[in-house]
């Protein structure tokens, strides 16, 4: 059976989740996926559950044996003017309305729902470990994120971008700190706030 014939003979439940709400710099990435019942992919759950191998290791499979599935990368310029929160719901909508077949109802990871989503939706709490379409998404969505923050580490050095993918551990905060914030930071997030109201009067200084 193939996929055109497949996603007209059943009703299509697309996964959505995201990763990267936490961190101080760097993208919010969301994913959306419609699995395939033909087609079932052994191992699926949450993404924060599986080791960095086995998620590269799915992450060609759900691309390969999904009906559909459509990321989006929303920059950190994007997360500044519309708040993370936004940013994340705007994403959702837009991996939603991205997805060919299109989804009948869209199953969301927590207990916020889009308000523009293209179609029904329900949000489940735990999804990315309950819901395998869910946690298809999530493994989507991490090992995108993480690919993009090891790209950023070359283009940024000094960070530590490539090691904690920008959430605000110890290391990364004192980086901060001793080179202030990079065109990647979150200058939303309070951290980042502090970082470059203490840069401001250094450079003022510095003016001739």
């Known amino acids: 059976m193939n996929n055109s014939t497949s996603a007209s003979a059943v009703y299509l ?3 959505v989740d995201e990763a990267g709400r936490g961190p101080l710099a760097g ?5 959306a996926v419609i699995l395939d019942p033909a087609r079932p992919i052994p191992g699926l759950d949450d993404s924060k559950k599986l080791s960095e191998k086995k ?7 759900i691309v ?5 599935h459509c990321i989006v990368v929303v920059e950190a310029e994007e997360i500044d003017r519309l708040n993370i929160f936004q940013a994340t719901m705007a994403g ?16 969301v990871d927590g207990n916020k729902l889009p308000k523009d989503l293209p179609c029904p939706g329900r949000a489940i709490v735990g999804g990315d470990a309950l819901e395998p379409a869910i946690s298809a998404a999530s493994i989507l969505a991490k090992v995108t994120r993480d690919r993009l923050m090891v790209a950023l580490d070359a283009s940024h050095p000094g960070y ?3 090691v904690h993918k920008g959430y605000p551990t110890p290391a990364h905060l004192a980086a901060l700190q001793q080179l202030g914030p990079c ?8 951290p980042v706030r502090l970082a470059l109201d203490q840069v ?5 200084g510095h003016d001739c």
């Open 160 to 162: 530590g971008f490539a």
């Open 183 to 190: 065109a990647q930071h979150r200058r939303s997030f309070a």
């Open 13 to 15: 439940k697309a996964g």
């Open 200 to 204: 401001a009067p250094l450079r003022e």
């Open 64 to 68: 390969e044996r999904a009906l559909s």
């Open 55 to 61: 998620r590269e290791a799915l992450y060609p499979q």
């Open 92 to 107: 959702m909508s837009r991996a939603v309305a991205g997805l060919a077949p299109a989804a009948h109802e869209a199953l």
């Open 27 to 31: 993208p919010v990435v969301v994913a």
